[in-house]
T-cell receptor, first 112, second 114 residues
Framework: KQEVTQIPAALSVPEGENLVLNCSFTDSAIYNLQWFRQDPGKGLTSLLLIQSSQREQTSGRLNASLDKSSGRSTLYIAASQPGDSATYLCAVHSGSARQLTFGSGTQLTVLP | DAGVIQSPRHEVTEMGQEVTLRCKPI?????LFWYRQTMMRGLELLIY????????DSGMPEDRFSAKMPNASFSTLKIQPSEPRDSAVYFC????????????FGPGTRLLVL
């Protein structure tokens, strides 16, 4: 059974700082890995999707990497802004049921 | 496109009552997922439909939960009878091709069972 772990559970940084969120998973037989953002009381918004054959994906100030063999992914946020404050969820797509298994998330606070 | 639509957005009910949650996926998407989010357990997949057919319902907690997808544009998740431990946010998501494309989530239904 796939298990996804995210470290740290919470992170507080001053505005402008670069930061890294970590995600690890136990079963490397994945289709893809996705990073989502969730604002309080809202649904999930997809940020980046990395296919199993890819090493990284970039979107604006966000860069996600994938090391499938070691079961790890990182989300790099450059020049953080207060608007980046949210919970970031890592999810791994695997298994015969094509299901997403989510980590518990990292709650990010960017202080002005 | 309006995105994934869920109704109601909030539901408060008493223990023992029947609850029906509704979802309209993005037009053209052939995969639909129901998730439940709680503080204790995070996000969990309840059931997955492909082309209106339930593929995996192993996440459905017990027989009190049932889900249907009568056509490509509508799905329901029903809880009967409801219990306080069912209180959670229920999300519906849809995708065109889950293996290569992301899942698009609805805003969720916040359920409180008293």
């Amino acid at each position: 059974k796939q298990e996804v772990t995210q470290i740290p559970a919470a992170l507080s940084v001053p505005e402008g700082e670069n930061l890294v969120l970590n995600c690890s998973f136990t079963d490397s037989a994945i289709y893809n890995l996705q990073w989502f953002r969730q604002d309080p009381g809202k649904g999930l918004t997809s940020l980046l999707l990395i296919q199993s054959s890819q090493r990284e994906q970039t979107s604006g100030r966000l860069n996600a990497s994938l090391d499938k063999s070691s079961g790890r992914s990182t989300l790099y946020i450059a020049a953080s802004q207060p608007g980046d404050s949210a919970t970031y969820l890592c999810a791994v797509h695997s298994g015969s049921a094509r299901q997403l298994t989510f980590g518990s998330g990292t709650q990010l606070t960017v202080l002005p | 496109d309006a995105g994934v639509i869920q109704s109601p957005r909030h539901e408060v009910t008493e223990m023992g009552q029947e609850v029906t949650l509704r979802c309209k996926p993005i037009s053209g998407h052939n995969s639909l997922f129901w998730y439940r989010q709680t503080m204790m357990r995070g996000l969990e997949l309840l059931i997955y439909f492909n082309n209106n057919v339930p593929i995996d319902d192993s996440g459905m907690p017990e027989d009190r939960f049932s889900a249907k997808m009568p056509n490509a544009s509508f799905s329901t998740l029903k809880i009967q009878p409801s219990e306080p431990r069912d209180s959670a946010v229920y999300f519906c998501a849809s995708s065109l091709a889950p293996e290569v494309e992301t899942q698009y989530f609805g805003p969720g239904t916040r359920l409180l069972v008293l």
